[in-house]
């Protein structure tokens, strides 16, 4: 059980395209889903967090009007990183937690961007 | 803030060696306390947890003792095999409220398992 998806796993697009990245949980209703950000051999940062049917809490320093979230139902949340350049080049991880499994995050797969 | 500091490094063993990645954090009241570990190209997968003081949580051979005395929950495992090569990640998860919480990821200890 509480199995999380992402996709696509990995993509490449052009610099001033949008991106947008799905998260779903598969066998659990997520009330609250994560974004993560890693970049190459370090560890995951936080970008958001999302309650289903509610504007998304960004970390500080992370650009609310570039990557735009969305919890529109209780299994998918989505990523969408607008007019994307190099630099957002990086894995992006989602996580979900659900009504059970208190303190406890199911993570996703991942999603590998890179932006040329 | 809550954080979390682990050993750097890389950690480079010969299979069957013992293995421990030390693990410290600094969180007020009382956190549950995570092991995760990230094979190449992959997401995160719990390898174990501990939501206590003193507990123990174990998975696969690895082992961690949640110890709040020291504020340590270090990883061990007494026989490492090269499937285990991977990036360790130890982290704290503080709720903080009825529908976030805060998780905190260390900076992760990559393992590198040699035949």
């Known amino acids: 059980g509480a199995v999380v998806s992402q996709h696509p796993s990995w993509v490449i697009c052009k610099s001033g395209t949008s991106v947008k990245i799905e998260c779903r949980s598969l066998?659990?209703?997520?009330?609250?889903m994560f974004w993560y950000r890693q970049f190459p051999k370090q560890s995951l940062m936080l970008m958001a967090t999302?309650?289903?049917?509610?504007?998304?809490?960004?970390e500080q320093g992370v650009e609310k009007d570039k990557f735009l979230i969305n919890h529109a139902s209780l299994t998918l949340s989505t990523l969408t990183v607008t007019s994307a350049h190099p630099e957002d080049s990086s894995f992006y991880i989602c996580?979900?937690?659900?009504?059970?499994?208190?303190?406890?995050?199911?993570f996703g797969p991942g999603t590998r961007l890179t932006v040329t | 803030g809550n954080s979390v500091t682990q050993m750097e490094g890389p950690v480079t063993l010969s299979e069957e060696a013992f293995l421990t990645i030390n693990c410290t954090y600094t969180?007020?009241?009382?956190?549950?306390l995570f092991w995760y570990v990230q094979y190449p190209g992959e997401g995160l997968q719990l390898l174990l947890k501990?939501?206590?003081?003193?507990d123990k949580g174990s998975n696969k051979g690895f082992e961690a003792t949640y110890r709040k005395e020291t504020t340590s929950f270090h990883l061990e495992k007494g026989s490492v095999q090269v499937s285990d090569s991977a990036v360790y990640f130890c982290?704290?998860?503080?709720?903080?409220?009825?529908?976030?919480?805060?998780?905190?990821f260390g900076p992760g200890t990559r393992l590198s398992v040699l035949p």
């Open positions: 996580s979900a937690k659900g009504l059970a499994g208190v303190n406890e995050q199911y």
């Open positions: 066998d659990f209703q997520a009330t609250t």
């Open positions: 999302s309650n289903e049917g509610s504007k998304a809490t960004y």
């Open positions: 969180a007020t009241g009382y956190p549950s």
């Open positions: 501990a939501t206590k003081a003193d």
């Open positions: 982290a704290l998860s503080d709720r903080s409220d009825n529908y976030g919480q805060n998780f905190v």
